[in-house]
């Protein structure tokens, strides 16, 4: 459960109907041993599941703004919460943290609240540990290994089967004699009495997962499945929604000369560095959409078909027609653009959306139109007649320039 930037365990097989609240293991257990860094399920499950790790992060976040982090667990757990168990993964790192702990339980009194911790063998956090654990409803085991030194003396303990200086009741719901926690509550509900727990020697499938506080986001026949297959842990894959966002709008009417193209684009014409721009035109020819495809000096990777069609699809273009500027004032075509026309209007033919033209602007207002100049390199591949070194047709004949102002035109 997420609750405003909050990441709660809702229960589990486990230990039953429980609020938990975890945060990433390792990282925040100051008072981890080898051994512990050795068993630890709940590092395994974070490398196993993305899912528990960024929750666990989350937290870590929040809880690192010790006011905001009391501010909020106080405004989202229920009043009525019957108990809570701080920390399935994760430990107590440092003092105000423990201190904020300190705040939560006393602001729930009802509520009775326990963990298990090793930061018990930090020295500057026992004291806030004292302080927490003096609290009547709250009840803090010492976690120990057989590595570590037994629990202080007045604590609970939290040992493990193997260890040989192991004493108090046998987990009751780890020994199937009750379902869960909750129908036990030994660990909350007394307030004396160390506990001895089986070693968690491989993860569970499932219930560890749901243990960790976080839904689970497969099946887990699926989980299983996949681990008896040993096939690698999943990764999380993200999920696309694809738009075309509208930046501005540009006035034209319907384009049917390479003079409105340079028309619609006096912007584009006159910029300081190139420009590649695609118009997409809908099947009247009425514009639809322009896309700026690349700035830059122009080469045939910047404006590769990728770009230039991305756009296209989405606007549901019918044709395109590209220009782009030089700022040099010349608009005799490079080799690269003969190039870049002909593999655009190749790729137009695959995805159905005709290249209509491609237009150079110059700042000055003339400009060079490829489809009345040359027009084998609008052809698709089929169509182009003989190709030359640039990647169409050679053009021989003289070429025109055009001016886009039309009362210059007319003089
Ligand atoms: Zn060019």
Redesign the pocket.
Known sequence: MRLFGVSLGEGNAKVGQIYTFSLPSHTTCPGASRWCLEHCYAHRYERLRSVCRQAYQRNLVLAQQPEEFVRVMTGVLPRILPSMRIHVSGDFHSRVYVNAWERIATAFPQTRFWTYTRSWVVPDLLGSLERLRALANVQVFASTDPTMSLPPSGWRGAFVQTDPRASGMQCRQQHGHVASCLDCGYCFRQDAGSVVFLIHEDPPVSPGIEEHGVEEERPRERLKERRTRHEPAEYEVPVFKLQLVQESTVKTGPITTPGDVAAMLTDVASADR?QMVAVFLSTKHWPVGRQTVSIGT?NASLAHPREVFKGALLSNAHGLILA???PSGSVS??Q??DR?TAAIADAGRVLNVSLLDHV?LSPDGRFYSYREEKPECLKTERGRPEQSPTGCASATKARTIRNANPKETQS
Do not use: W
Request: charged residues 25%.
């Open positions: 190139e122009l782009h500027n030089h075509p490079s690269d653009d870049i150079i």
